[in-house]
């Protein structure tokens, strides 16, 4: 046995101490009490008096003390090594850690869950969670026994909380699509907590998501009566308005369940084909992949999906479907799938990663299960993304080509038309696309919606009801453009199709900047492979002009959507189509290719940066002249001399602040606050803030605001946290419309939190989100997010006193910047100051003083004025802790000259300014203040070197 092991405690269930894999033995209830009421107390010292209450209750023996004292002896030499069960503040402490106790750990687990699934992070919710519940075993709400002996508050606070993580869990799992898991679990809660009302109301969403609506119906009929008997009351409004949508027959509204895609509901039930289900739960078992292939309408789908869904409660992060019938060029298969599940790089942060690197990122540490469908026509490019090796994919059944033949020949002419043009449409078709690609046909456009219900009649097109969509197998939709090749008429029916694209994503992009913007998104959204076919038609038929135009107005859903690798490449394919004459259009495509180079970093060549940037100056003259460009195009100019350094950026972002389009005055705001804030002057940030937020709100634009409340957080963190918190809810609201946001924008999402709980005091809270931000980071294999989630961590550990923990985290961050010199400067500033701080609080100031120099040094390296206003604090925490109080009252105002405004709810200031006012007296502090307060910004980040002499 390791005698330098920790304790570990287990309390739900039996009683059961152990140190290194070994199991002790105390015996008697008296001990065996004893020690389970110190677990308790996780660490912490507890009073003689409380722990002679929990061992002997009303009827304690004659001389307490002694009795307690002997027990405390005994219980020692069970738990040696000497040190273990301590004296400590008129009681005694056991050395456990909350974690080693399991009790303790579940009420953990449960509270970072529950924290979690309120923040939106789902993945972070479900690990937690489940974790917990698994923790606490069989018979959620039954009070632990040896709790309840000696601590009946405790026991009963613990049978609650097993409630709620149960409920907690299954929210989360119906939130991530697994609602046959949810309902299981929440049908056991509600057999023995009769009238739970939250866990009722998510059974009901649950048997109505797994399309299960009688039995939702009944489960609200049996909560009624049992709160009526046991209560005496009726149902609440949740229960109730859940009640009469199913009595309308409509699901669950979208924000009372957000359940991604995840698997479609059957819209039958699936009856036979036991056999094939059972090989494919044995070839689950012993390996990651399985194929099913078979001929053309045997119905592989449909029992891959069974399949799914009889084993996606085995996958923690749910099962998905992706079907790759729309997607035609291998090189897009991983960006499918990216899409299929939902996830998004968030179109305001950086998503320019490669496609399967950012599946790589965003899949690694789940566990789901994922179904890909119609994928025989992509068989290689499926093979590289799912294993190492390859796959040759099979000839296709002569037998299938004969039956698609025999069902052609079935056709009327004009049922033969209608199929022959849709087949062109490999992101399936709506009533608009089939008359647009019909017209010029002998087929009316009136009998059009009638041919296609025909052509879903004999199995040539399938129909979503959900979104009124039809779709075809993609062997069949082969044969179809096959056969309308040998008419003469598949150049033509493409024609159609471009034309149609064109004037459909016109239309929607210019929504995308107005209220309508939500609808606009998912429409292009559902027409992006139709769309991406027409733009590919276009550069293949050499039409540079219609090429440029339906790209460029894809270019702001690129963007939004954080597509912009995808805008990149089909930018350029249009650019470089043949033929084109000079024009507006064409140096509009051409700006944003270059911004998109130039924000990407692509490796280009000295030389290239060179030519790039001539060219861009060159544009940038050319774009400021075209005064009738589209408004969201007249901003491309302004950015291209704002990225070369021109003055004469300012103005121009300034001209379109003064405009008369609301939305893009609102856009040069946005642009100004960001420029202002990086040399510190708050005060024209705020105002830019709030003008680019008033626009925005006119013109009805969700995104835009979502990417200006954090900006206003930034600036209200100083003086007013609640506001500060306000903005970020409200920003994380109007987020959620563009989809679920990729594992690196979460984190920075987490860090604005974190930062402003740890101003609040919420200190419990901002280690919750901590550990949420670590999990996501390793999820995301980002070494630099785990840097930076480490540093932040280590700054508040110090703050806590907690040293020894934030000297093993800031080791762990370093190592990591000197194996990696690409880290940012920002990143390195912080763990410098983090670093900074630990050595003062260690007493050790020659180690501040190197650690202080190296931050600075990275702070200046970002050319941003606020990242250096942290690092002067910091330089005057240095100072304070030689004796200079007045260098330090100097530094504090100089860090607020170079933040451009002063704060008052960072704990390190307010510490510090405290102390300053203490040793200095009120007048000489704000003196000392002012002189650093009223340097030019300039003159500040000299005064702020550390490098120029000791502080």
Known sequence: MDGNAGLRVTLLGTVEVSRGGAVLAVPGAWLRGLLVRLALAGGRAVQAGVLVDAIWGEQPPTGPGAALQTLVTRLRRVLTPAGVLMQADGGYRLAVDAADVDALRFEQLATTGRESLRSGDLIAADAALAEAVALWGENPGAEPAVVAVVAPAVATRLAQVSIEAVVDLAEVELALGRAEAAAARLTGVLAEQTVHERAAALLMDALAAAGRQAEALTVYERVRVSLADALGVDPGSALRERHQRLLRNTGPKAAEVFQPAGLPAPVTSFVGRDDDLARIGTLFSIGRLVTVHGPGGAGKTRLALEAARRHRDEYRDGAWLVDLASVTEPAKVATAVLAGIGLRGGAMFDARKRAPDALAVELGGRECLLVIDNCEHLI????????????????????????????????????????????????????????????????????????????VDRSLLQLAPESGRYRTLETIREYGVGSLSDTGDLDTARDLAAHHFIELMARQDSRLREPGQRDAMKIISAEYDNTLAALRHLCAVRDSAGALRLALSLTWYWQMSGRQSDGAHWLARALAVPGGEPSPERDCARAVSLLDRADALSGITAGQAAADQAEMRELAGRLLDQVRLPGHYRVFGPVLLFLLGEEAAFGAFQSLADGDDEWLSGLAHMFLAEVAENTGALSRTRAHVDAALARFRHAGDRWGQAAVLPMRARLRRYDDLDGALADLDEARLLASGFGVLSLSDQLYSDLRWIDIHVRRGDTEQAIVMIDAARARALQASSVEMLVLVDAWEAGLRTRLGELDRAAVLLGDAERRLVRDAAFSPATRALAGSARTVLCLAQGDLPGADKALRAAYESALATRELPALAPVTVTAAALAAARGQQHESATLLGTAARLRGAHDHTDPQVRELTGRGRAALGLEEFEAAYATGWELAPATAVTAANPNSGPC
Request: hydrophobic content about 45%; glycine content about 6%; some cysteine.
């Open 380 to 455: 290689e490019a499926v093979a590289r993304l799912l294993t190492t090796g390859s796959r040759t994919a099979p000839p296709r059944h002569r037998t299938l080509r004969a039956v698609i033949a025999w069902s052609w020949e079935q056709l009327d002419e004009r049922e033969r038309i209608v199929a022959q043009r849709i087949s062109i449409l490999p992101g399936g078709v709506t009533p608009a696309s089939a008359v647009a690609v019909c017209s010029g046909s002998v087929v009316p456009a009136a009998e059009i919606p009638e041919l296609l219900a025909t052509l």
